[in-house]
């Protein structure tokens, strides 16, 4: 079994005689800020030693009385290679007063999945489940996630069809999974009924799923297909990220077509996505075609930073190891040739600033971090407090060799919108004005809607009007983006009235909402009952070209329902059928239930009657959701996937 393999035995007391003496030996710290880096010390440590092939140095290590799960996981995770990693479990059995947990063994299987250990991951699975460790288990996920990086196709759809039985809804990661491990086996058509699956079953496709999607159609040579579906994903509201970005600018480059390419890199830039170091090799090429000019930019970031000294595995003698982060290396002799990196964890070091306080910021700077944008960005993410982030935002920009750039400034925008922080989030944009810098677009409409969950409509509105000059021209579609945002958070606000308003200018001065602005507003204002409101904004919806669907009818139907005024959704009913169309089957059982509730029964017998009339009521959920996608969009893009599968298959 995998633990008598690799791991020691773990009996009840004697947890609970380590957790008592590991409160007695373990060093004390004056702050969260001293263990980590602490921690991160020895994590480099262990890190250098299972690449020198030192067994003393690594098994004295791992008998530290630092030692703990967290260090453990971390040196898991940063192994060169499965052997390593086993190495690390096999030298922690000489330490009685360790024991794993769920993130330790969670951070095993990984490697083992990364490393297509298939035997030896299921074994550990095995064990986990047959609970040989305490307070660690696995769920389908887990398993989807393991089985799908191993490339086990079997297993992973075997754990899917337990999952989908045990389970009413599954999630939209899960369908990914299968879809991903579909596109890289080469079943092209399971892959596409996956997605079709997603849609149909009640999920909604994210931003993971396009990328899923996109990888898949640039691998199978349908450049144009990924572009028109990462075109699309704007009108969805479906966030393009920095990897879709990649896997296009890679298959453009590719094939040298390179104004493709260009064009996509100007999009990122608009987007306020910065290039990851992945994309090195692409931007280096374009750059040497004379494709790109100031590429230097955006290579900068991407290339090792200098000032980052190299953590280095030294020998001299003595038992005692050393780590050295001096490039001076004269009277130490080199034992063995390992450098790397210093380990660092944003995530663990935001946890850690959480207690800012004048002994926090002395160690800190005493660190002697090399700030880089993306490191400032990735810790301004993983603040839980945004009044910590803004301390850290202030002091590090004091900070040698950094100065903040747009990145790093739009990153603090949204986290102080999102909590409410006006007043600060002014400021801020008063400060890019005044240097006269610009703000990508996407970080307006973001600014907006998180003025939407802290309720600050006044804001919202004032960024919409004053503060959008700051992205430059924007095009009519952008604009109908930007409104849509507003018009959602000014709904979110119980702005009613604000919300006529705006669409009215928004329609005065030649901007058309689409139909899923549409369907959100009657949506808000059907749940309040508020029948002339919403029937002046379905005439609205004819009056300026746009065409109902299925969708924006099963919406009203269900606010109405909601809010107990069945009747009112009866009638939506009967425009919906005038129209050819259907409600879907669980949006006809909500009707009939809600008018019988109100003793409409003759209502909804006819109900019954007219959808066995026309005995086209469809079993699944009718696609779609408020405020982001329609039938349309989500028909169109299953089109171009489909289609574009078939082509290739005659």
Same mark, same amino acid.
């Given at each position: ?331 130490? @002799? ?288 009718? @696609? ?27």
């Amino acid at each position: 079994m995998f633990s008598k393999r690799f791991l020691p035995a773990v009996i009840l007391s004697k947890a609970f005689t380590q957790l008592q003496t590991r409160s007695f030996v373990r060093v004390p710290f004056t702050n969260k800020l001293a263990l980590y880096l602490r921690r991160a010390q020895l994590i480099d440590s262990i890190r250098l030693a299972v690449r020198s092939n030192s067994s003393n140095s690594l098994s004295s290590l791992l008998n530290d009385r630092l030692l703990d799960p967290f260090i453990v996981t971390h040196a898991l995770r940063s192994a060169p290679n499965s052997d390593s990693a086993l190495s690390i479990m096999e030298a922690l059995k000489s330490n009685p007063n360790f024991s794993h947990n769920q993130s330790t063994l969670h951070a095993l299987a990984t490697v083992l999945a990364k490393s297509q250990r298939n035997h030896e991951l299921k074994t550990l699975i095995g064990d986990i489940s047959s609970s040989k460790f305490l307070n660690v288990s696995v769920n389908f996920m887990n398993l989807m996630q393991w089985y799908s990086t191993s490339g086990d196709l079997e297993s992973v759809l075997s754990t899917w069809n337990e999952h989908r039985q045990r389970a009413k809804l599954l999630s939209t990661e899960s369908y990914n999974i299968v879809m991903s491990v579909y596109a890289k086996t080469g079943k092209n058509f399971e892959a596409v009924e996956t997605f079709r699956q997603v849609i149909d079953e009640g999920a909604i496709p994210n931003s993971r799923t396009y990328t899923v999607m996109i990888e898949h159609l640039v691998n199978l040579g349908k450049l144009d297909s990924a572009l028109e579906v990462f075109s699309a994903l704007p009108l969805m509201r479906i966030k393009r990220t920095s990897k879709q970005y990649l896997i296009l600018v890679e298959g453009f480059v590719g094939v040298e077509r390179f104004d493709e390419a260009k064009s996509l890199l100007n999009e990122m830039r608009d987007d306020g996505k910065f290039p990851g170091r992945a994309m090195r090799v692409a931007l280096e090429r374009m750059q040497e075609m004379g494709f790109i000019q100031g590429a230097n930019e955006f290579l900068r970031e991407m290339l090792p930073d200098k000032r980052i000294k190299n953590v280095r595995y030294y020998e001299d003698g003595s038992d005692d190891d050393e780590e050295e982060n001096d490039d001076n290396n004269s009277g130490v @002799r080199i034992a063995y040739g390992v450098q790397l990196k210093p380990w660092l964890d944003p995530k663990a070091l935001a946890n850690t600033l959480d207690e800012w306080s004048p002994e926090v910021v002395s160690l800190l700077a005493d660190a002697k971090f090399v700030w880089t944008t993306r490191l400032v960005c990735k810790v301004l993410r993983h603040f839980k407090s945004p009044e910590t982030a803004w301390h850290f935002f202030c002091w590090v920009a004091y900070q040698p060799g950094y100065t903040h750039d747009v990145y790093a400034l739009e990153k603090m925008l949204t986290i102080l919108a999102r909590h409410g922080h006006v007043e600060l989030v002014d400021r801020l944009i008063a400060k890019l004005r005044s240097d006269g810098m610009r703000l990508p677009f996407s970080t307006i409409r973001l600014i907006i809607d998180f003025y939407g969950i802290s309720k600050k409509a006044d804001a919202a509105l004032k960024v919409c009007h004053d503060d959008r000059t700051l992205c430059g021209p924007i095009s009519k579609f952008k604009l109908m983006l930007l409104y849509s945002s507003l018009l959602r958070t000014l709904t979110k606000c119980k702005r009613d009235f604000d919300a006529i308003n705006v669409l009215e200018e928004m329609i005065f001065s030649g901007i058309v909402p689409d139909v899923q602005t549409f369907s959100g507003l009657m949506y808000h204002f059907a749940l309040q009952g508020d029948e002339k409101i919403v029937q002046k904004l379905f005439s609205m919806v004819r009056q300026n070209g746009v065409e109902p669907d299925a969708y924006m009818f099963k919406v009203l139907i269900q606010a109405y329902c909601k809010c107990g005024r069945a009747p009112l959704a009866y009638r939506v009913f009967e425009d919906l059928s005038n129209s050819n169309l259907m409600p879907d089957a669980a949006t006809k059982e909500l009707l009939k239930k809600s008018l019988w509730k109100e003793g409409r029964r003759k209502e909804a017998a006819a109900v019954e009657e007219r959808c066995e009339k026309i005995n086209d009521v469809p079993s699944l959920a009718l @696609r779609g959701h408020i405020w982001a996608v329609s039938s349309a969009d989500l028909t169109r893009v299953h089109t171009i996937y489909r289609n574009s599968i078939t082509s290739i298959m005659t």
